[in-house]
């Protein structure tokens, strides 16, 4: 695939590829602020496309934007106009693990397609209550899973990724192979307060780290099932309430026996269906959506 001339002025802050929007002052899209773009001929292949995007976003995770989903007025004030107008964006990501949030937008251009980026103040909606979204479309919401059985689905690139369909929701599993067993320390209840503290916070950072490696597998690899957006499921404003509790994770450390699940994340909404995300400490993880 061949870029335009323009294309390839370097950006030396971003990326070798990327067209640097000129300088004086900075170009704006709401509070904004139009980083560069990368244009081509024809569409982006599904690989170009993505080295395009970690070219730019480097080590980080672009999470893909519901257009379902709970509205970022600092994102909108890039895409509404977009949506509004004749040339609306074919798809739109957004990464987090930076200073600033980073958006790139995917859009037509003539036979072919340009990704712009933007840098936004903030991701800055308000929190709201978890919801699943009442019509729940198999071809939207499992496009990258291929169909394996009337009840089962497989992730196209991870066969290790799966889905069953239940009666009233849905349960979604994930194994990393030759995983080492959560490590129990079995004498917690005789250390000091200090020790006590430092083995609490490493479990703690544990369990945050296996519950991103689930959002990743669970929640970004599907398309309109929940009204958060993918980030939104990090944020301490968010998800607080639903973790689980220093008190909880306390008491099994005393007990010095692992469950044979810890269940990381568990909220109800309000029209009374279950979210839950738990995980054996042994490599296994679940999601289970109950309606």
């Not at 993505?50 to 519901?66: N, P, Q, R, Y």
């Not at 309430?241 to 909220?267: D, H, N, Q, T, Y």
Request: glycine share 6%; proline share 7%; hydrophobic share 40%.
């Amino acid at each position: 695939m061949k870029f335009s001339k323009i294309s390839l002025v370097a950006l030396v802050c971003l990326s070798s590829v990327l067209w640097a929007a000129p300088k004086g002052k900075p170009y704006t899209a709401g509070s904004a602020k139009v980083i560069g773009a990368v244009e081509s001929k024809t569409a982006f292949s599904g690989e170009r496309l993505f080295a395009t995007l970690d070219s730019v976003g480097g080590t980080g995770t672009w999470m893909e934007w519901d257009v379902n989903g709970v509205k970022d007025p600092a994102l909108m004030g890039i895409l509404d106009p977009m949506l509004k107008g004749t040339n609306k964006p074919e798809m739109v990501w957004v990464i987090t693990e930076r200073t600033k949030p980073l958006v790139a937008v995917l859009l037509p251009k003539g036979k072919g397609e340009t990704i712009l980026f933007y840098e936004l103040p903030s991701l800055d909606a308000k929190p709201v209550p978890l919801s699943i979204n009442p019509v729940l479309d198999p071809e939207v919401v499992f496009r990258d899973y291929r169909q394996v059985s009337d009840k089962e689905y497989v992730h196209r690139d991870k066969d290790n990724l799966k889905v069953k369909l239940l009666p009233s929701g849905m349960l979604f599993s994930y194994e990393k192979k030759g995983e080492d067993p959560l490590f129990m320390v079995a004498d917690y209840a005789t250390k000091d307060p200090a020790e006590k503290n430092s083995i609490l916070t490493d479990y703690e950072d544990y369990f945050k780290y296996e519950y991103s490696l689930m959002l990743r597998a669970f929640v970004q690899s599907v398309r309109g099932v929940f009204n958060w957006q993918p980030w939104h499921w990090y944020m301490p404003a968010w998800n607080a309430k639903f973790m689980i509790k220093r008190a909880e994770l306390e008491a099994i450390l005393v007990r010095g026996v692992a469950p044979s699940f810890f269940r990381l994340f568990k909220a109800t909404t309000p029209a009374g269906e279950s979210i839950e995300f738990r995980t054996n400490g042994n490599g296994y993880s679940e999601l289970e959506i109950r309606k």
